[in-house]
């Protein structure tokens, strides 16, 4: 942990995005000190930047890894409900504001700082949203949303004055002008794009969470990992990752547990392959097919026909199969659809309840 400072004014919910740093920034020409929490979970979060973000921007950035409660939440059901995709945007937002709160008193802060813009987002930025997300986060006192403060009513912080309420701004909606305008203001020459790349809210990620969701009663922060990573087949509960090039086969391998089916092709350059087992293990004929699966995906093996060997390693044990490459093998596996992907989202989408 970077503790250059044990005693801050404020905890700051730092995504990276424009409005997150502004939002630090804004505050700190006050002459107050910020601690900037960037959450992280499967699904957002790039800690693997936060050296370089400290650099260029003059942060105090630590990572925060919010990713089991953040599965416990999905899982129990959003109270807000999904956006378009697997995005619960409101509860996100409860979720992270409720951590910050906890850890106030770690960092002797006395208030939150986000980068909302009342009416920015459709979900999450609407004012009935946003006050939601106070209430249900418990920082009724001790949230201010420096870009659009002008909008809501003065907080304590600024009527006792530890906040300069004229130094603050009033930004309502989706334009960008203002907040492009402030970050030449604040000497910004590295502006991030709008979005920050949140995987929930895209179908190409999305679609890899159906599955998961479905068939894994309690699934983990690291089932959702795993689906990030590679080519995604599954065929019933039985679920296969296989790496695409050198780093997701890297990937794959950090992310296999002892109880996981690891498949190499023994003799050829070719995928790793992950098979997770949800329940029972799997039968020797999952196993030959999930064997003929790597197989055809390794270029060489396939271009010298006839049966491929590849090494499964288990619990410690390792053993071969010898196996046509095959795309197509009974038991019908498939890379998931956002179509496939719907409606377990829409099962657990608590809009509709
Ligand atoms: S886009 Fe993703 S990170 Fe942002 S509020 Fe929605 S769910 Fe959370």
Same mark, same amino acid.
């Given at each position: 942990m970077n503790n250059t400072i044990l005693k801050y004014d404020a905890v700051a919910l730092f995504s990276a995005g424009l409005d997150s740093l502004l939002a630090a920034k804004m505050i700190m020409a006050q002459g107050l000190t910020v601690k900037c929490l960037h959450f992280t979970s499967p699904f957002f979060g790039k800690p693997e930047k936060i050296p370089h973000w400290r650099a260029i921007h003059g942060l105090d950035i630590e990572a925060v890894d919010i990713g089991e409660a953040y599965v416990k939440m999905m899982l129990a059901g959003p109270k807000f409900g999904f956006g378009k995709f697997f995005n619960p945007c409101v509860d996100c937002k409860i979720i992270m504001l409720s951590h910050a709160r906890r850890l106030m008193e770690r960092f002797g802060a006395t208030f939150i700082? +986000?980068? %909302?813009?009342?009416?920015?987002?459709?979900? +999450?930025?609407?004012?009935?949203?946003?006050? +939601?997300?106070?209430? %249900? +986060?418990?920082?009724?006192?001790?949230?201010?949303?420096?870009?659009?403060?002008?909008?809501?009513?003065?907080?304590?912080?600024?009527?006792?004055?530890?906040?300069?309420?004229?130094?603050?701004?009033g930004i309502f909606g989706r334009g960008r002008s203002e907040q492009q305008a402030m970050?030449?203001?604040?000497?910004?020459?590295?502006?991030?794009?709008?979005?920050?790349?949140?995987?929930?809210?895209?179908?190409?990620?999305?679609?890899?969470y159906g599955p998961v969701f479905e068939h894994i009663k309690t699934p983990t922060a690291d089932d959702f990992h795993l689906a990030n990573a590679g080519r995604q087949l599954w065929a019933g509960t039985h679920w296969l990752s296989m790496g695409r090039n050198q780093g997701s086969n890297d990937r794959l391998s950090a992310l296999a547990? %002892?109880?996981?089916?690891?498949?190499?092709?023994?003799?050829?350059?070719?995928?790793?392959?992950?098979?997770?087992?949800?329940?029972?293990?799997?039968?020797?004929?999952?196993?030959? %097919?999930?064997a003929a699966l790597v197989a055809s995906y390794a270029p060489k093996s396939v271009r010298l026909g006839g049966p491929v060997v590849v090494t499964i390693s288990h619990r410690g044990a390792q053993y071969t199969v010898s196996v046509e490459p095959s795309r197509t093998p009974a038991m019908g596996w498939v890379e998931t659809s956002w179509e496939d992907a719907q409606p377990t989202r829409n099962r657990m989408d608590t809009q509709d309840r």
């Open positions: 700082i +986000s980068g %909302e813009v009342v009416g920015q987002r459709p979900m +999450s930025q609407r004012r009935d949203a946003m006050n +939601s997300v106070r209430n %249900e +986060s418990e920082t009724k006192d001790i949230l201010l949303r420096p870009l659009c403060a002008k909008q809501l009513d003065p907080t304590p912080m600024e009527e006792s004055g530890l906040v300069d309420r004229e130094r603050l701004c970050a030449k203001d604040f000497g910004i020459t590295e502006i991030p794009t709008p979005g920050g790349g949140c995987l929930l809210t895209e179908s190409a990620s999305a679609r890899r547990r %002892e109880d996981d089916l690891i498949f190499d092709v023994r003799d050829f350059p070719g995928p790793r392959g992950v098979g997770r087992q949800i329940g029972d293990d799997w039968s020797a004929t999952a196993v030959a %097919e999930a």
